[in-house]
């Protein structure tokens, strides 16, 4: 049984390794205590792009990747034995890719001029945002 129980943990460590190195090269996420001596990952996500729990909703609706929220930034992630090699690559994707579309969305927020728009003699500024921000800061 111990034979059994220290695969399992190697396979566990080995993929929240591979997690945590991808997560450090993701823009805009932060990986707290480097690389990780257990099966367990903390990272958080940068506030001027979302919540933590805007990037889980975003995260399991559009990707199916669930990682449990535990502050208004931070993330704890675990592996475990039913957590393979190809869903730390999924959750990876799916990480960079939410991510990099708050980012382009912010992006063309900046790049573009406010509006202006005439009403009744009075003149409203109008900032432009694009449809879909409502999850990135």
């Given at each position: 049984?111990?034979?059994?129980?220290?695969?399992?943990?190697?396979?566990?460590?080995?993929?929240?390794?591979?997690?945590a190195e991808g997560i450090a090269n993701?823009?805009?996420?932060?990986?707290?205590?480097?690389?990780?001596?257990?099966?367990?990952?903390?990272?958080?996500?940068?506030?001027?792009?979302?919540?933590?729990?805007?990037?889980?909703?975003?995260?399991?609706?559009?990707?199916?990747?669930?990682?449990?929220?535990?502050?208004?930034?931070?993330?704890?992630?675990?592996?475990?034995?039913?957590?393979?090699?190809?869903?730390?690559?999924?959750?990876?994707?799916?990480?960079?890719?939410?991510?990099?579309?708050?980012?382009?969305?912010?992006?063309?927020?900046?790049?573009?001029?406010?509006?202006?728009?005439?009403?009744?003699?009075?003149?409203?500024?109008?900032?432009?945002?694009?449809?879909?921000?409502?999850?990135?800061?």
């Open positions: 049984a111990h034979t059994a129980e220290k695969v399992f943990c190697d396979h566990d460590h080995d993929n929240a390794k591979k997690l993701i823009d805009g996420l932060t990986l707290e205590f480097g690389e990780p001596q257990t099966n367990m990952i903390y990272f958080s996500v940068d506030k001027s792009r979302m919540t933590a729990q805007d990037l889980h909703e975003k995260l399991l609706a559009e990707h199916g990747v669930r990682v449990g929220v535990s502050g208004a930034q931070r993330f704890r992630a675990v592996t475990h034995l039913d957590i393979s090699a190809n869903d730390i690559d999924d959750a990876l994707d799916g990480l960079n890719n939410v991510l990099a579309a708050c980012a382009n969305l912010i992006r063309k927020i900046f790049a573009e001029p406010p509006g202006v728009m005439q009403h009744d003699a009075a003149i409203t500024i109008v900032a432009a945002k694009p449809a879909g921000l409502d999850h990135c800061a």
